[in-house]
C-alpha cells in the first residue's frame, strides 16, 4: 500500500514515517508550506522577521535531513493561497465578529485533509499519514479514539475532519506515548531526535499575538468595565485581542483581582470583566453548536464534550433543533465556554463522534452575552 506521509520537520511526523515504513508500507514522504511571513505581512510579533532564513525553510531541512536519514522520498507543496483563504481569512473574520476561532481545527479541516490528501490520491497514493496522537481501530469500519497518551491525545482537533478523509489516513502515533517516540529518534540518531514541539498558530508558529493579529485587523482603544460596579477600571488596545475566561494582560488594577474577561462587544468597542469574587458570570449551563461533522451519524443519550483543548470532558446531553444545530445541555455549570471554539463530542470510552462550532452560550434560561450586559 503506497502512503504519503506529511512530514512537518518534526519529531512526531518523522517517527510516523519510520513506524510505517518498519511494517511494510511503501512510504514516501511530502512537506507542505502554508505560510509566507513576506507575502502574508506578518510583520509586527513575528521574532523572526530577521532571521536569515525562515522557520518554515528550516522545517524543510530538518524534513529533508529526516526523509534522507530514513531512506524515503521527500516531495514538497505548497498551499500559501488556499491556507490564506480557507484558515486564514476565516480566522480573521471570527474575531472581527468577537468570536475566538481555532485554526488548528481549521488547518485539519481545509489543507491536511483536504488539499493535501486530494493531492495524495492523485499522485496514486492509496492513503495519507500523519504524525497526529488519534487512535484508529478498524472493525467493520474505521474508527477513532482519544490516542494512548492522553496528554497529547489530538482527536479536539481532528472533530472537524470528515469521515471520509479520516478513513483514508493513518495514525501511527495513537497507541504509543511521547516519550516512546523521542526514544525511538534517540536510537535512530535523527537530527530532530530532542528537536523541541512546534507551539503556537498552525503552519504560523510563535507570535505575540497581539502585534500579529495588529496586522491584520485595527488597534483601536476602548474602556475596560467591571460589570459588577459598572465602572471603568481601565483601557484596552482592542476588544478582537481578548478572549473569554482570560486572567491576564489586561493592566488594571485594584483590590478586587485578579479580573477574568466575560465579554466584549465589538460596536461599542467594550471589554467586560468580573473579579473573583463574581466569576458566576462565567459560567455556562447550555449552549448552541452549529456546523456539526457527525463521524458516525447522530447519537442519543449522554455524551461527553470538551470544550478546549486539554480541558477536562463534560458530560452532556444533546437535544435537535436542526439538521446542523444542537443544543449541549450540561450536566453541570462549566466556565468559560467561548462562541466560536469548538465543541467536541465523545462516548464514554473515549470515541470521537464529532464536533461543531460553539455559536451561543446560556446560563439559566438567558444568553451570557445578554446577561452580562442586563447587569450593566
Not at 166 to 173: E, G, M, N, V, Y
Not at 223 to 235: A, N, S, V
Not at 263 to 283: M, R, S, T
Request: net charge negative.
Amino acid at each position: 500500500m503506497k502512503v504519503l506521509v506529511g512530514l512537518s520537520g518534526g519529531v512526531d511526523s518523522a517517527i510516523a514515517a519510520y513506524l510505517l515504513k518498519e511494517q511494510g508500507y511503501n512510504v514516501t514522504c511530502c512537506f507542505m508550506r502554508n505560510w509566507d511571513s513576506a507575502l502574508n505581512n506578518d510583520i509586527a510579533g513575528n521574532p523572526d522577521i530577521d532571521n536569515d532564513i525562515c522557520p518554515q525553510e528550516s522545517d524543510y531541512n530538518d524534513a529533508l535531513a529526516t526523509a534522507e536519514q530514513l531512506g524515503l522520498e521527500l516531495l514538497r507543496v505548497d498551499y500559501i493561497q488556499e491556507y490564506w483563504q480557507n484558515v486564514f481569512q476565516t480566522f480573521l473574520d471570527e474575531y472581527k465578529v468577537g468570536r475566538t476561532p481555532n485554526p488548528d481545527i481549521l488547518c485539519n479541516k481545509y489543507i491536511k485533509f483536504d488539499a493535501f490528501l486530494n493531492y495524495a490520491l492523485r499522485q496514486g497514493f492509496d492513503m495519507i499519514a500523519t504524525g497526529h496522537y488519534l487512535k484508529r481501530i478498524d472493525a467493520d469500519k474505521a474508527l477513532f479514539y482519544k490516542a494512548s497518551d492522553l496528554n497529547k491525545d489530538q482527536s479536539y482537533f481532528l472533530a472537524q475532519v470528515n469521515y471520509d478523509a479520516l478513513a483514508k489516513t493513518l495514525f501511527p502515533l495513537g497507541n504509543i506515548d511521547k516519550t516512546q517516540v523521542r526514544e525511538i529518534a534517540a536510537k535512530l540518531n535523527l537530527k530532530i531526535a530532542k528537536k523541541k514541539d512546534s507551539t503556537g498558530i498552525c503552519f504560523i508558529g510563535e507570535r505575540n499575538f497581539k502585534q500579529f493579529l495588529s496586522n491584520y485587523l485595527p488597534m483601536r482603544k476602548g474602556k475596560i468595565i467591571d460589570i459588577t460596579t459598572g465602572k471603568q477600571i481601565g483601557e484596552h488596545d482592542g476588544v478582537f485581542f481578548y478572549t473569554i475566561g482570560q486572567r491576564k494582560g489586561f493592566n488594571v488594577g485594584g483590590s478586587e483581582g485578579p479580573y477574568f474577561c466575560v465579554g466584549k462587544d465589538i460596536y461599542q468597542n467594550e471589554l467586560y470583566l468580573c473579579p473573583q469574587k463574581a466569576k458566576e458570570y462565567l459560567l455556562s449551563d447550555s449552549c448552541l453548536v452549529k456546523d456539526i461533522n457527525w463521524l458516525y451519524g447522530k447519537v442519543e443519550g449522554k455524551i461527553y464534550a470538551k470544550f478546549r483543548y486539554r480541558q477536562n470532558d463534560h458530560p452532556v446531553t444533546i437535544e435537535y433543533l436542526d439538521e446542523q444545530i444542537i443544543k449541549l445541555n450540561f450536566l453541570h455549570d462549566v466556565e468559560a465556554v467561548t462562541e466560536g471554539q469548538q465543541a467536541v463530542l465523545y462516548d464514554g470510552d473515549g470515541l470521537l463522534l464529532g464536533g461543531g462550532i460553539i455559536d451561543c452560550t446560556y446560563y439559566q434560561g438567558r444568553r451570557n452575552s445578554e446577561r452580562i450586559k442586563e447587569n450593566l
